[in-house]
């Protein structure tokens, strides 16, 4: 694999569920972004990891829990989501000033 | 607080015609990133505008970047069917080693055939 890869592509849950989004880049870069793309929003920067450290907690609700386990890979673990949480949410990974996107969760809150 | 503004928000344009997208920024940058978006896909960098007067093209896209002015522009020229997308700026805020986008509300392009 190569590039930033996402999983799942595709989530539905209910408000009471709990799962996990994955991110996972294969590019050797140290920093890790999270963001979130609603339908009437430009994307919203979410969190930001640099060397696994939290830099960035854009006034995100706690509902929303990041985690860095190594600089290869980011999560975002969601539980009880509400339904305006429904959007398209997008991991990148920088070394340097450009910034990577990896294709998307597609998250469907009911 | 860093705002981004783009204009026109809808573009619906004929192919073989040229236009111009518009990007402004409230603060003080000299880093400023294109990017596509394809409906259901993911965000393609286009461009990386790193200094006052950077000027990138690449194919029927050119792109420029004036920071005294705040002001990018994205142009299109000849356009054809396949630059139908999403294009979204996005302006940059770094610290700690990382870098903080703020992106734009994005320009949705249709080029009719």
């Known amino acids: 694999e190569t590039g930033v890869t996402q999983t799942p592509r595709h989530l539905v849950m209910g408000m009471t569920n709990k799962k996990s989004l994955k991110c996972e880049q294969h590019l050797g870069h140290n920093a890790m972004y999270w963001y979130k793309q609603s339908a009437k929003k430009p994307l919203e920067l979410m969190f930001v990891?640099?060397?696994?450290?939290?830099?960035e907690n854009n006034s995100v609700p706690s509902r929303f829990s990041p985690e860095c386990p190594n600089s290869s890979h980011l999560f975002l673990h969601l539980h009880t989501l509400q339904p305006e949480d429904s959007a398209l949410y997008l991991c990148?990974?920088?070394?340097?000033?450009?910034?990577?996107f990896g294709p998307g969760t597609r998250l469907t809150v009911l | 607080e860093l705002k981004v503004e783009q204009n026109p928000l809808f573009l619906s344009m004929q192919e073989g015609k040229n236009y111009t997208i518009y990007c402004n920024y409230s603060?003080?940058?000299?880093?400023l990133y294109w990017y596509r978006q394809d409906p259901g896909k993911s965000l393609e960098s286009l461009f990386v505008l790193l200094s006052n007067g950077a000027v990138k093209q690449e194919g029927r896209l050119m792109a420029s970047l004036d920071t005294k002015a705040r002001l990018s522009t994205l142009h299109i020229t000849a356009a054809v069917h396949d630059l139908s997308a999403t294009y979204f700026c996005?302006?940059?805020?770094?610290?700690?080693?990382?870098?903080?986008?703020?992106f734009g509300t994005g320009t949705r392009l249709k080029v009719l055939a």
């Open positions: 603060t003080t940058s000299d880093r």
């Open positions: 990148a990974s920088s070394q340097d000033v450009e910034q990577f």
């Open positions: 996005a302006v940059d805020e770094s610290f700690s080693g990382t870098y903080k986008y703020i």
């Open positions: 990891y640099n060397f696994k450290e939290q830099t």
